[in-house]
């Protein structure tokens, strides 16, 4: 009795508990997990997303009252894109006043952006090629969505338009 007694405590002596290893392999799991988190926001942050955000802030009065005169012209914009190649799109852009009379003589510019990234952001001028019609083909370096601005100016008149595409190989 006495050398069952003599080997249970020796036996409860030296059993270990699993705990301290399940603690440290937690650590090490969350500490790999977090390297793996700031490595990936490190090499995919592109910059600032908005460039002069306070700027924009304090200007905002500005860009209400330029959609009110906006909606007080009456202008109607009609945006097209097609596709003529890989990765090569025609935009047409149409242009009338309240009367639908078409608005000739402007200058139109396009400001393509990708939505993820400013590395292939551009900007382009449409020709007019008739009376309140422009156009451009424009090669684009990727396919997926792009974020397309327009400023039409006439005189003193601007007119503007907003619009997000995605080119693909795929018909639209």
Known sequence: M???HILKEHAMETKKSIIPYLFIAFILLYVTLDSI???ISKNSYNGIITENAYQKGLDYN????ENEAQKKLGWIGNLRYYLVG????????TLFDKKYRPVKGGEVEVR???PVND????VVKLEEISSGRYSKTVQL?????WE???KASVKNDVFFLNRRITISDKEQ
């Open 119 to 122: 590395k292939y952001d551009m």
């Open 148 to 150: 397309i601005k327009l």
């Open 2 to 4: 006495l050398v069952r």
């Open 112 to 114: 393509i952006m990708r």
């Open 86 to 93: 890989k990765n090569l799109i025609e935009l047409d852009f």
């Open 141 to 145: 370096p990727l396919q997926g969505q």
């Open 62 to 65: 500005q860009v209400i009252k």
């Open 37 to 39: 988190f700031i490595y």
